[in-house]
């Protein structure tokens, strides 16, 4: 056994230089191997000089000088017993030290340990576009840190015979902020960052793009697996990934369990913590940048002015005034702003506290909206005065909106109705633009004001005419221009008729036994016959105020099914009215000649397989 010689004499017989890149542990293997030994250990146990330490050895055994020493990478082993500060302020933890990772391709060209294989973090070879690989091609075992041959497993396989993954391009690009600044490379890119912040960045942001939420900020257990490393770089990648809208993404997904919450901690709790206190550092300002530019657009509740994290100039921007300051600005009532804020005339949001307390928060531009409402307002009697309706038919236009209501006291408890100006104008002048266009003195003008008086309107009807005349479904003129009010709009009655039976049909509400005369094609006369007779079923009006009885649409369908016209058999035959009377063999159930009824019809079922004289049959199919 040879005596532990004094360092000072030291010096190692074969003494390589380091190669660029390379990590102290595979430099340390390479010493040794060169020296005869299997293993650093060895070469450390045979030279005993175990109470200095390692860079101690390498600069005197091996003759490095400092700089040399400097361009290694990573920590020496274990047994070294050295606690040299690591390059670039990377710490212990920031290394594996249990499973070793290379790319198969560097290796075939060159068979040494790069630095950054190292980095528990580092997942992919940005020169050849690869991930790393963890696993021995043949056996599949995971590869130990400490080494005894760098490219061979202990199976006996080359470690460059493993099948690398290409790897993504954002996670190439996130890599490559990395590895250019640990070869001294400066990048023109957006985000510059020390390989430390790198690290931070990746354990600290990239944590929130995970699937799962490590249970301490920034500790990702077993980060020395590569696949565990891979996961959470590749969500670095994706957040950073065009910039900044996925990490926007992100922001969404996180506020939208807690919509109705007015707080920023509680919405967005760890990751506000991480941008302001874990990622504190000036190099990561982009990306409280990019949080304060989404609150900007998206966060609905105030800033406070007290908040210390966020920026100044984003809390005296943000585009959210609070109740009293809109309310004050517009020299109004804050129950006044709430009210329009209720009715949906401003924007803004009521958030309830856990305390039961309410605040609110208007975007900047609910102050023009609440100056607009207040300058349009009418009360009700104004209202009334202005459309010449009666109190029931303008609340049927506010309950349809087409009269906005700033405040309704039915709503608000308020007292006083206030009402779009704007809207109680538009209808007033309803149309008033069409006058010159529809001056067809062939038709049947009837103004809204005797529709209202005299034609026994469906409940919502009222409303729905004066939509299809806004609309223009419906002509409307006015005498003169000058005819003033909403009622001295005139609308084609036939038209309008028409129109409402239709609607009704539509609506299955019961009709007069005028609309089902209409929709059967009779006479008026003839459908009250039918009616009389006990042929057509009718109701009696459930209205109160609309006297007679009315007929279902299903009523009219049961007729249809039930009965056929002469004239619909003649028409569809092609045969004169008379000639089919004559020569279909069976007597109708009414008609002229039986009971004064002044249409003839037959009952369907007795028609069923008879045949005209000319032998044509009777296809009832083909009747209407
Ligand atoms: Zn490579
Ligand atoms: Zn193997």
Redesign the pocket.
């Known amino acids: 056994m040879p005596q532990s010689p004094h360092i000072r004499h030291l010096k190692l017989p074969m003494r390589p230089r380091p190669l660029i890149g390379e990590s102290t542990r595979g430099y340390l293997l390479r010493v040794a191997h060169a020296n005869g030994y299997n293993t650093p250990r060895q070469l450390w146990k045979a030279i005993r000089v175990w109470k200095y330490s390692g860079d101690r050895l390498l600069r005197i055994g091996v003759r490095l000088r400092r700089r040399a020493l400097d361009a290694l990478s990573g920590p020496y082993p274990s047994f070294c017993n050295t606690h040299t500060s690591l390059s670039h302020c990377l710490r212990n933890d920031d290394y594996n030290h249990t499973e070793f990772r290379w790319c198969p391709f560097c290796l075939a060209d060159s068979e040494f340990v790069r630095g950054e294989w190292e980095l528990k973090l580092c997942c992919v070879c940005v020169t050849h576009k690869v991930l790393l690989c963890d696993?021995?091609?043949?056996?599949?075992?995971p590869?130990a840190i400490v080494r005894n041959d760098v490219a061979?497993?202990?199976?006996?396989?080359h470690l460059a015979l493993a099948k690398a993954q290409p790897a993504a391009t954002s996670l190439i690009a996130l890599h490559e902020l990395l590895i250019a600044y640990l070869n001294g490379k400066r990048l023109t890119s957006a985000i510059e960052v020390t390989p430390e912040h790198w690290l931070r960045m990746v354990k600290y942001f990239g944590q929130f793009g995970l699937a799962y939420s490590p249970k301490r900020p920034g500790q990702v257990a077993a980060l020395h697996k590569l696949s565990n490393a891979l996961a959470i770089t590749t969500a670095t990648a994706h957040l950073l990934l065009k910039w900044p809208q996925h990490f926007h993404a992100l922001l969404d997904r996180l506020s939208a369990p807690s919509r109705d919450s007015m707080s920023i901690s509680q919405t967005y709790g760890r990751l506000y913590r991480s941008l302001y206190v874990d990622l504190s550092a000036p190099c990561f300002q982009f990306l409280r940048d990019a949080f304060e530019a989404y609150l900007h657009d998206h966060w609905f509740g105030m800033l406070g002015k007290r908040n210390r994290r966020l920026g100044a100039d984003t809390i005296e921007r943000h585009p959210r005034k609070p109740l009293h300051v809109l309310a004050r600005e517009n020299r109004t009532g804050k129950s006044v702003v709430k009210h329009l804020a209720h009715a949906g005339a401003i924007e803004g949001a009521a958030i309830k506290h856990a305390s039961g307390r309410t605040t609110w928060a208007f975007p900047t531009a609910a102050m023009l909206q609440v100056k607009e409402c207040l300058a349009d307002t009418l009360n009700l009697g104004q209202a009334r005065k202005i459309l010449g309706l009666n109190k029931r038919r303008v609340h049927e236009l506010i309950n349809d909106h087409l009269l906005r209501a700033w405040i309704n006291p039915d709503n608000t408890k308020s007292l006083a109705w206030s009402l779009s100006k704007k809207d109680v104008q538009t209808l007033a002048n309803i149309g008033i633009s069409r006058t010159s266009d529809n001056l067809d003195e062939g038709k049947d003008w009837v103004t809204l004001r005797r529709i209202l008086k005299g034609w026994r309107l469906h409940p919502d009807e009222f409303v729905a005419i004066i939509r299809a005349i806004q609309s223009g479904t419906l002509q409307s003129s006015r005498k003169s221009e000058i005819s003033k009010g909403m009622c001295e709009v005139r609308v084609d009655a036939n038209q309008v008729r028409e129109w409402l039976c239709i609607r009704r049909e539509k609506a299955q509400l019961p009709m007069s036994i005028d609309a089902a005369a209409k929709l059967l094609g009779v006479k008026q006369q003839v459908a009250y016959e039918l009616v009389r007779k006990g042929l057509l079923a009718t109701v009696l009006s459930e209205d109160g105020t609309q006297r007679g009885r009315r007929v279902h649409q299903h009523a009219i369908e049961a007729f249809q099914k039930q009965f056929v016209a002469l004239t619909d058999i003649a028409r569809a035959h092609r045969v004169g009215v008379r000639r089919a009377l004559n020569e279909i063999p069976i007597a109708p159930i009414c008609g002229p000649r039986i009971d004064c009824l002044r249409q003839y019809f037959y009952r369907r079922c007795d028609l069923m397989g008879l045949r005209f004289n000319s032998n044509l049959e009777l296809v009832l199919a083909e009747l209407p």
Do not use: I, L, M, V
């Open positions: 696993r021995c091609p043949r056996c599949d075992s590869q061979r497993c202990a199976c006996g396989a």
